[in-house]
């Protein structure tokens, strides 16, 4: 059961264009949806995260929308560049009772930014 | 650099054996999780560990097991090896455990099993 789908698998935007990226969820115990970006080689690292107690956060170039009655969030890159050309991949975890930290991801999405 | 490290970074065996994979943490985080990237079932947790103790476990296999140290750094050893056991293997860390600790994440071991 694949509890946090994405969108698209890939995706070819122009240098400067915005890139968007959506996921969905199913498990309404999950209250933590952060992003990852990951390089070819590379590990994922942490780009943005949110909380469903808002509605949007924005760093830099980067916002995250959500949406908590739809289940779905989304990532937007702003004024896309070849540098922003990777792997992205969106994030779920949920309160456990051991205070553990288990996070579920989406399938990921392959941006291409063309120069 | 994420302040984690992986080692090895490359690990090629055969069917039927075991491996071990070792992390080290970044300086001062208590918590290191695993988790494994295969180009079927994506990136998928395993385990997490918590100043020595088990804290969260995900879809991992009999065949796996893991263990932090008191020095903190973890292992995670991969038994009967099947060729689907063949895939990167990410170790990460945070300060504490819970939610909203930014995970770090190291720069993996590939394992092919032949």
């Known amino acids: 059961q694949q509890q946090v789908k994405q969108s698209p698998q890939s995706l070819i935007v122009q240098k400067g264009g915005i890139s968007i990226i959506n996921c969905a969820y199913e498990?309404?115990?999950?209250?933590?949806f952060p992003w990852y970006q990951q390089f070819p080689g590379k590990g994922p690292a942490l780009l943005i995260a949110?909380?469903?107690?808002?509605s949007e956060k924005k760093e830099g170039r980067f916002t995250i929308s959500f949406n908590k009655s739809a289940k779905q969030f989304s990532l937007h890159i702003m004024d896309s560049q070849p540098g922003d050309s990777a792997t992205y991949f969106c994030?779920?975890?949920?309160?456990?009772?051991?205070?553990?930290?288990?996070?579920?991801f989406g399938g990921g999405t392959r941006l291409m930014v063309k120069p | 650099d994420s302040g984690v490290t992986q080692t090895p970074k490359h690990l090629i065996t055969a069917t039927g054996q075991r491996v071990t994979l070792r992390c080290s943490p970044r300086s001062g985080d208590l918590s290191v999780y695993w988790y494994q990237q295969s180009l079927d079932q994506g990136l998928q947790f395993l385990i997490q560990y918590y100043n020595g103790e088990e804290r969260a476990k995900g879809n991992i296999l009999e065949r796996f097991s893991a263990q932090q140290f008191p020095d903190l750094h973890s292992e995670l050893n991969l038994s009967s090896l099947e060729l689907g056991d063949s895939a990167l293997y990410f170790c990460a860390s945070s300060l504490y455990s819970g939610r909203g600790y930014e995970q770090y994440f190291g720069p993996g071991t590939r394992l092919t099993v032949t």
């Open positions: 949110i909380r469903p107690d808002v």
């Open positions: 994030a779920a975890s949920k309160r456990n009772n051991n205070a553990g930290n288990m996070l579920t």
């Open positions: 498990n309404t115990a999950f209250d933590y």
